[in-house]
């Protein structure tokens, strides 16, 4: 899902806005390419956590996610998982110049009234969130495969 800085969000984004009371995710996000197999390898961990959004992950009802889009080759591929680190590994050839990495986290279900603590009172500490939504914004770089380090 592509965000909008002026758009309103029917939910709490963490790390997007002003949404959560508390703590910003810090993300490392590492990109690199293995010249042997002449593979993009992405790695996203984080130094924090969010207690609720975490509770959404363990229940099955989030998961972490990278997605990598190239606009000149419409090369496009994702990864998810309920535990970092988590790992994404394609060909270096399915891109071209440069691409777009975003993580975040995303609802993998309809979640029905959960009830955040931390949230702004926007939102009154229910929240519900459409299959797919995010959940949280992590990080999102534009990569160019010139300046992607080689292990």
Same mark, same amino acid.
């Given at each position: ?104 986290? $995303? ?35 534009? $990569? ?8």
């Amino acid at each position: 899902m592509k965000l909008d800085k002026n758009a309103i969000y029917p939910h709490p984004i963490w790390g997007w806005t002003e949404d959560f009371i508390g703590e910003e995710p810090k993300v490392n996000l590492e990109i690199t390419i293995n010249d042997l197999d002449q593979e993009i390898v992405i790695r996203l961990s984080m130094e924090n956590s969010n207690e609720d959004i975490e509770k959404l992950i363990e229940s099955g009802c989030a998961k972490y996610q990278i997605v990598v889009e190239c606009s000149k080759t419409f090369f496009s591929c994702k990864a998810q998982s309920d535990s970092l680190p988590l790992e994404l590994r394609f060909p270096a050839s399915s891109v071209y110049n440069t691409f777009i990495c975003a993580a975040s986290i $995303v609802a993998v279900k309809k979640i029905n009234g959960f009830p955040f603590q931390n949230v702004s009172d926007d939102y009154e500490g229910i929240v519900d969130f459409e299959k797919g939504a995010t959940v949280a914004f992590l990080e999102e770089k534009r $990569v160019s495969l010139r300046a992607v380090k080689t292990p």
